[in-house]
């Protein structure tokens, strides 16, 4: 009896693979070996560079708050620990997006860390109680 073989399972796991390196250079798009292995870089790669994303975010975040901070006359340490003091909870990314877009907003803020409270909320109007009817 000849030796039985899939070739139609292993024909479709290389074509897979083969497909997701199109547009890589030379061979490595079209040598098995040489693609597989570049694919699998790949993924280590991406799985590296997931975890440098948030460190990068973070850093650029910092920087962005730390010049904000020192317009305001403050160092970005200074108003981290009045932030904490005041019990003002608000994350780098917030902070980071009010510190670009909305400076107005971003120095009282740091005003009301200098002051050691929390800044005014604007309360919503409650919304009338309603009864719960049962149905029998």
Do not use: C
Request: charged share 30%.
């Amino acid at each position: 009896m000849p030796r039985s073989v899939n070739h139609v399972a292993s024909r479709k796991r290389r074509k897979r693979i083969l497909s997701l390196t199109r547009g890589y250079f030379g061979g490595r798009r079209n040598v098995w070996t040489v693609a597989k292995n570049t694919w699998e870089k790949g993924l280590q790669y991406a799985y590296r560079d997931r975890k440098a994303k948030k460190r990068n975010f973070r850093a650029l975040w910092i920087q962005r708050i730390n010049a904000a901070a020192r317009l305001e006359g403050m160092s970005y340490s200074q108003l981290m620990g009045a932030l904490h003091k005041a019990g003002i909870e608000m994350n780098r990314k917030v902070l980071a997006d009010l510190a670009m877009n909305h400076p107005e907003a971003f120095a009282a803020i740091v005003k009301s860390a200098k002051n050691g409270q929390k800044p005014a909320e604007k309360k919503a109007p409650k919304a009338p109680k309603t009864e719960k009817v049962e149905q029998a």
